[in-house]
């Protein structure tokens, strides 16, 4: 079975970090694009990073300097590091996986996703 996993959600203050875990078991996730999204009450989901099969990474412009995403390939696991949390990145996350063609996996909008987890919530709050 097919599944992919996230944890490392939970409740901070602003200013302060967390690092979000997404594991994939059934696939080898390094063969894959992987994009983070998250989804605040009330809003559409949007796309926040991803990093591509090759190691291409992007970020939203909302994110990006806070955020980082990473692999670990032995691990079969793909982390978003945030950082200098603020009250508006409160959301639920969810990570995805897009499997490659042709052995390429770039990063892609959200509807070319073949797999996504459950969420996690973050809260960022005092």
């Known amino acids: 079975q097919l599944q992919l996993v996230e944890s490392g959600g939970g409740l901070v203050q602003p200013g302060g970090s967390l690092r979000l875990s997404c594991a994939a078991s059934?696939?080898?996730?390094?063969?894959?694009?992987v994009g983070w999204f998250r989804q605040a009450p009330g809003k559409e989901r949007e796309e926040i990073s991803c990093?591509?099969?090759?190691?291409?990474?992007d970020y939203a412009t909302s994110v990006k300097g806070r955020f980082t995403i990473s692999r670990d390939n032995a691990k079969n696991t793909v982390y978003l590091k945030m950082n200098s949390l603020k009250p508006e990145d409160t959301a639920v996350y969810y990570c995805?996986?897009?499997?490659?063609?042709?052995?390429?996996?770039?990063?892609?909008?959200?509807?070319?996703?073949?797999?996504w987890g459950q969420g996690t919530q973050v809260t960022v709050s005092s």
């Open positions: 990093i591509s099969n090759a190691g291409n990474t």
């Open positions: 059934g696939f080898t996730l390094d063969y894959y694009a």
């Open positions: 995805a996986a897009r499997a490659p063609v042709a052995g390429y996996a770039p990063c892609v909008p959200e509807y070319e996703y073949d797999y």
